[in-house]
């Protein structure tokens, strides 16, 4: 069974503060793809990254970076210098090769202050 | 705007109503899907269609009914709903599902905040 754990419900920081939200996954499939997005109050999912299990190499996308450990089955979120506008609901996915099933895990709800 | 369309954004209804939420791509994807957002539980994923044919149920109950008359549209008719079917319904969007290759992101929508009374 695939299962995503996002154990921190809720961060709350302060502007320009550095901040990583977590992310442990479940999966028997050596082949499956990771994701993250992000639900601004607006409600949408934005599409943030997708990593597929043969690529451990860390990505960075601006003030945003991705820890991939398949070690730790961990694919882990960082929001360097943090911004208000980053305030949103985050969710951490993950899909098996071959299947259309998304599974997502309950979300860590990012909240930045000024 | 995101590249997929849902209406409406909000909706109320009895439990004895029939009321349908429509959702709209032009992104030229091939396979769509609803998902179901409750409070304080995962994104739950109800149906999906590939070219217009229902590829998943996931175990949803009959007063949840789909439609995909084409690629570009899909419907969620609701009929006799209980208040625990109040949810966010998003609709998201993908180029293919392609079972030999990469797993594309999904585009999803805004939802339809149901609530049923």
């Known amino acids: 069974a695939q299962k995503v754990t996002q154990a921190q419900t809720e961060i709350s920081v302060v502007e320009k503060e550095d901040v990583t939200l977590d992310c442990v996954y479940e999966?028997?499939?050596?082949?499956?793809?990771l994701f993250w997005y992000k639900q601004p109050p607006s409600g949408e999912l934005v599409f943030l990254i997708r990593?597929?299990?043969?690529?451990?190499q860390n990505e960075i996308s601006g003030r945003y970076s991705w820890n991939f450990q398949k070690s730790t089955s961990s694919f882990n979120f960082t929001i360097t210098a943090s911004q208000v506008v980053d305030s949103a609901v985050y969710f951490c996915?993950?899909?098996?090769?071959?299947?259309?099933?998304?599974?997502f895990g309950k979300g860590t709800k990012l909240t930045v202050n000024p | 705007e995101t590249g997929v369309t849902q209406t409406p954004r909000h909706l109320v209804m009895g439990m004895t109503n029939k009321k349908s939420l429509k959702c709209e791509q032009h992104l030229g994807h091939n396979a769509m899907y609803w998902y179901k957002q409750s409070a304080k539980k995962p994104l739950e994923l109800m149906f999906v269609?590939?070219?217009?044919?229902?590829?998943e149920n996931n175990s949803v109950p009959s007063r949840f009914s789909p439609e995909c008359p084409n690629s570009s549209h899909l419907f969620l008719h609701l009929h006799t709903l209980q208040p625990e079917d109040s949810a966010l319904y998003l609709c998201?969007?993908?180029?293919?599902?392609?079972?030999?290759?990469?797993?594309?992101?999904?585009?999803f929508g805004s939802g339809t905040r149901l609530t049923v009374v």
């Open positions: 269609y590939n070219f217009k044919e229902q590829t």
């Open positions: 998201a969007s993908s180029p293919t599902l392609d079972r030999e290759g990469e797993r594309y992101g999904y585009t």
């Open positions: 999966t028997r499939d050596t082949t499956y793809y």
């Open positions: 996915a993950l899909t098996q090769g071959g299947s259309e099933k998304l599974v």
């Open positions: 990593r597929n299990s043969f690529d451990e």
